[in-house]
């Protein structure tokens, strides 16, 4: 028999562990492991079965390339047009204490003071360095796609998160990537045509570092279902 009551135990434990993962231990993840991640990742839903988005993992002499510009850019505060809006503008009241929340979240775990501009502008440096995670992955989409690729890809984001906390990994998605697309494009060598979605770092989690011990709280299922007669 497929399914049954041991599969969604297993599914609701495997969600339940997942959590963003901000420092990792130097081990390397091996190339088939990473390949292996990927393909089930791929298995996601996606209308017509158009499969977009694409995975480009960033190493060596080109992910201090990277890494160097991008820092540079947000260390000199050069502002650069998005390739889409990640945020809601202006962001309304209820989503803003949202994301006060999740920042004093991290920024506690961290032992960073709420004044302290220095101390949470260095820890969000940290987004364009892939946290020092042994994979860094960049997420890009084709530029000509419709909105419904963004959900299509985001599923199948969630599945690779999914699939490396299955095998004793851990990840944290970049949004802050998508500050800059035309750095990232230009120090990679992608083309126009590829919108940059996200960053991704993975890796083994560091369990003896503090700002793993972030944890955000999600919405009680009121807030977000209805049941409409």
Same mark, same amino acid.
């Given at each position: 028999?497929?399914?049954? *009551?041991?599969?969604?135990?297993a599914y609701e434990a495997l969600a339940g562990a997942r959590h963003s993962v901000r420092a990792f231990t130097k081990q390397p993840v091996p190339q088939d492991l990473l390949e292996r991640l990927l393909?089930?990742?791929?298995?996601? *839903?996606?209308g017509a079965n158009l499969q977009p988005g694409r995975f480009w993992a960033v190493e060596g002499a080109a992910r201090e390339r990277l890494v160097a510009a991008l820092c540079q850019a947000w260390q000199q505060q050069i502002p650069e047009a998005e390739d889409y809006d990640y945020f809601p503008r202006p962001m309304p009241l209820a989503? !803003?204490?949202?994301?006060?929340?999740?920042?004093q979240a991290l920024?506690?775990?961290?032992?960073?003071a709420r004044g302290d501009a220095q101390g949470r502008a260095l820890q969000f440096e940290r987004n364009f360095r892939f946290f020092d995670a042994p994979v860094a992955l960049v997420v890009t989409i084709e !530029?000509?796609?419709?909105?419904?690729?963004?959900?299509?890809?985001?599923?199948?984001?969630?599945?690779?998160?999914?699939?490396?906390?299955?095998?004793?990994?851990a990840s944290c998605a970049i949004g802050a990537l998508a500050s800059y *697309?035309?750095?990232? !494009?230009?120090?990679?060598?992608?083309?126009e045509t590829e919108q940059v979605v996200c960053g991704m770092a993975l890796g083994w989690e560091d369990?003896?570092? *503090?700002?793993?011990?972030? !944890?955000?709280?999600r919405e009680p299922l009121e807030r977000y279902f209805s049941?409409?007669?």
């Open positions: 028999m497929e399914g049954g *009551p041991e599969w969604g135990d393909r089930q990742a791929r298995l996601a *839903p996606s989503l !803003r204490k949202r994301q006060v929340a999740a920042a920024y506690e775990a961290l032992g960073v !530029r000509d796609f419709g909105a419904g690729g963004f959900m299509d890809l985001g599923m199948c984001l969630h599945g690779l998160m999914l699939a490396a906390q299955a095998q004793g990994l *697309p035309h750095i990232v !494009r230009a120090a990679l060598g992608l083309p369990r003896e570092a *503090p700002v793993n011990r972030t !944890r955000t709280v049941v409409l007669r």
